[in-house]
């Protein structure tokens, strides 16, 4: 499994969302906590540091300011047509995972994405928080504080997606250079490899992905058939559940 670093998601645009998001949330909190005579300046001091927080900064030589985390995204929806649209392609298949095995994989968290302002907003109040109070005894640019936009700005969705039901595995930061790229269609894209990992055992002894999946649903296609019997001859035995999307091919074209 593949987590793509945050900077190089295809909605490029997310993480600009969660700074506006951010933006608001602490604005609010200033014109509450700051005097008349600080206020502009405790105004300008954030939106700077909103500004380089979530970019990863080179040749730093602080993980916290270099480093960046890498996302690998789910849907609790499993037959969703805009998805199947999105991201199927030509054999379209949703894996499905036990929720166990989720909460084990090396380096990452499962968290849920928001998409209401509401949720958005509530997600940054400790941040604001921590930021109100260096702002308050001038020891602002912490890079751990940066460090934790960062992941909690991976978890906040445009509402306009929130129909893709999406959760997320975050993973700690990774160095750039510690992480692969892969080529697409139009760009390169930095990414990290995940690995489910044996609860309770020792040395983080890897467990085998067959035995992470608890189902594949084989989506709307011209062979969906085809590949539905497949997947069913070989996975029969490993107990996991191969089953077809409800969703005709002919709702895709």
Not at 66 to 81: K, M, R
Not at 91 to 112: Q, S
Not at 139 to 166: G, N
Request: net charge negative.
């Amino acid at each position: 499994m593949f987590a793509t670093a945050f900077g190089h998601l295809n909605d490029a645009a997310e993480i600009e969302h969660a700074r506006g998001v951010f933006d608001s949330v602490i604005r609010a909190r200033i014109a509450i906590r700051a005097t008349a005579e600080l206020h502009d300046s405790w105004i300008q001091q954030a939106l700077g540091w909103l500004s380089v927080a979530g970019r990863p900064r080179h040749r730093s030589g602080d993980l916290d300011i270099e480093g960046q985390v890498a996302v690998f995204s789910l849907s609790a929806d499993g037959d969703s047509l805009g998805q199947w649209r999105a991201y199927g392609g030509l054999a379209p298949l949703a894996i499905g995972f036990h929720r166990t095995a989720l909460g084990h994989v090396e380096r990452a968290t499962l968290a849920k994405c928001v998409y209401t302002q509401e949720e958005a907003s509530a997600a940054f109040d400790s941040i604001a928080d921590q930021l109100i109070y260096e702002l308050e005894t001038n020891q602002l640019m912490t890079t751990s504080l940066q460090s934790r936009f960062y992941a909690v700005a991976a978890t906040i969705k445009h509402p306009s997606f929130r129909e893709e039901r999406e959760w997320r595995l975050i993973t700690d930061r990774f160095w750039p250079r510690a992480m692969k790229l892969r080529s697409t269609d139009s760009r390169v894209v930095p990414y990290v490899e995940l690995r489910f990992v044996e609860a309770g055992a020792g040395d983080n002894a890897p467990l085998p992905l067959v035995r992470s999946i608890s189902a594949i649903r084989v989506g709307p296609g011209r062979h969906d058939g085809m590949t539905f019997d497949a997947l069913q001859r070989v996975l029969e035995g490993d107990g996991i559940v191969v089953d077809r999307s409800e969703i005709p091919f002919r709702s895709l074209s």
